[in-house]
């Protein structure tokens, strides 16, 4: 969970965002990063495939500035969503405060979601959490294409937890913004708390 450094005063946080290969994780970091001031990010590592896919994760620490007196910053990362990646997914949720699943809206795409919101939740058992206990967030992804799934039937197939959903086109930055406002909400409230 959230690291904090009372000798330096500061809470670093852990979001992953996790789904199907292909899916828009890393599309949702390169927006964010390119909406962040220079001042409030550090460098974004992208490590990828010739096919452009996510290899291991993005990494993006975004200050938050200051929160209570410490200095907040919220480290952003994306599994790759290909299943042969197993094991650095594992490893990428170890230590999470808090989850974005971003699902392909498309039709054809809706047992990799399902597949993926499984192995999302095998996962994190493994860590000894629960989806459902920590915060979480759905995207709807897509949701310009001719083949997307209507916001209402997608919600039912895949929102397990009464989580907040975020219908999202992440290409041009819909959806985005308010899918990582709503997130940071919850991890932080989650800490006010003092979970």
């Known amino acids: 969970m959230s690291t904090i450094n009372r000798a330096a005063r500061e809470i670093n946080c852990k979001l992953v965002y996790y789904g199907p290969g292909l899916g828009g994780k890393t599309t949702n970091l390169q927006y964010i990063f390119g909406q962040v001031p220079e001042e409030r990010r550090s460098q974004m590592l992208s490590l990828a495939t010739e096919g452009d896919r996510t290899l291991f994760f993005d990494f993006l620490p975004l200050e938050l ?36 699943f971003v699902a392909d809206s498309q039709e054809p795409r809706l047992d990799a979601n399902l597949e993926a919101l499984d192995d999302l939740e095998d996962n994190l058992r493994e860590q000894k959490l629960e989806l459902g206990k920590i ?10 294409l001719g083949n997307a799934v209507a916001v209402e039937r997608l919600t039912a197939e895949l929102r397990r937890y009464n989580e907040p ?7 041009n930055g819909t959806g985005v913004l308010e899918t990582l406002r709503e997130l940071s909400k919850s991890v932080l409230a989650q800490l006010a708390a003092g979970g």
């Open 65 to 100: 500035g200051d929160v209570r007196g410490y200095h907040t910053r919220f480290h952003l990362y994306t599994v790759p969503g290909q299943v042969f990646y197993t094991a650095s997914r594992k490893l990428l949720l170890r230590n999470v405060d808090g989850v974005v």
């Open 135 to 144: 915060p979480y967030v759905l995207q709807l992804n897509k949701q310009d």
């Open 165 to 171: 959903v975020i219908p999202a086109v992440a290409c």
